[in-house]
Structure formats: structure tokens, C-alpha cells
């Protein structure tokens, strides 16, 4: 890759990252920590390949954090309306961690950064 890729890409993902950071700072962006932030992300990747997943199946998916700390970030994304839980058709003892209407705001906002961020 060339020098000047190497520096466009770059100049690119920094502006990104600041235009991310000043929407996190509005008040109508929902304050997620770290590690909710990365389980909606690791979420988004399998909700985009139409992967249902379920509760069990969310608290082992960041394996660098613990089951503990997993579910109770569950509970605070469903708190704050970042996902819904729903019943399996055949099992109630099943749920599944779905996105709700504010995720897909937060990744179309994040998305709005992106695009901002490639008009260099």
C-alpha cells in the first residue's frame, strides 16, 4: 500500500473516531460503557447474518469478560432499550437477545459517522 493510502486511511479512521466521540457525547446517544458497546457490536455481526442469539449464547461471546459480568451488562443494555428479550416459540425457558428499535438508531448513527468520515 502507498504512502499516500497509508495517510489517507488514516486521516480517515481518526475522523471517525472523533466524529464517533462527539455523537457519544450528545445527550440523545445512549451512554453505553465499554464492554456494552463491544457486546452490541459482536451482536450486530451475527443479527446481520440472521443468527438468533440466546441469552446463554450472549453471556460466553466476549470471552475476556466473565459470565457474571456478561449477564449483568445484559440486563443494563435492556435497561437502557438497546435490546429485548424474547420467548422461543418451544422452549420458555429459552430467550433471545434481540435488537431494538434504539439499536438500529445507534448503528445508524455510528453508520452517519462512517460515511461522514470517507467524504475527506
Same mark, same amino acid.
Request: charged share 20%; aromatic share 8%.
Given at each position: 500500500?502507498?504512502?499516500?493510502?497509508?495517510?489517507?486511511?488514516? /486521516? &480517515?479512521?481518526?475522523?471517525?473516531?472523533? !466524529?464517533?466521540?462527539?455523537?457519544?457525547?450528545?445527550?440523545?446517544? *445512549?451512554?453505553?460503557?465499554?464492554?456494552?458497546?463491544?457486546?452490541?457490536?459482536?451482536?450486530?455481526?451475527?443479527?446481520?447474518?440472521?443468527? *438468533?442469539?440466546?441469552? !446463554?449464547?450472549? &453471556?460466553?461471546?466476549?470471552?475476556?469478560?466473565?459470565?457474571?459480568?456478561?449477564?449483568?451488562? !445484559?440486563?443494563?443494555?435492556?435497561?437502557?432499550? &438497546?435490546?429485548? !428479550?424474547?420467548?422461543?416459540?418451544?422452549?420458555?425457558?429459552?430467550?433471545?437477545?434481540?435488537?431494538?428499535?434504539?439499536?438500529? /438508531?445507534?448503528?445508524?448513527?455510528?453508520?452517519?459517522?462512517?460515511?461522514?468520515?470517507?467524504?475527506?
Amino acid at each position: 500500500m502507498s504512502k499516500t493510502k497509508v495517510a489517507n486511511f488514516s /486521516q &480517515m479512521y481518526t475522523k471517525y473516531l472523533n !466524529l464517533v466521540q462527539a455523537v457519544r457525547s450528545l445527550p440523545s446517544f *445512549p451512554q453505553l460503557d465499554a464492554v456494552e458497546s463491544r457486546m452490541l457490536n459482536v451482536f450486530a455481526s451475527a443479527w446481520h447474518e440472521d443468527k *438468533p442469539i440466546t441469552v !446463554l449464547e450472549a &453471556m460466553v461471546m466476549l470471552p475476556e469478560i466473565s459470565t457474571t459480568t456478561a449477564h449483568r451488562r !445484559l440486563k443494563a443494555l435492556r435497561k437502557k432499550g &438497546m435490546i429485548d !428479550l424474547n420467548l422461543d416459540s418451544q422452549d420458555n425457558r429459552v430467550k433471545y437477545v434481540v435488537p431494538t428499535k434504539a439499536t438500529h /438508531q445507534y448503528f445508524a448513527q455510528l453508520g452517519q459517522c462512517m460515511e461522514k468520515a470517507q467524504a475527506v
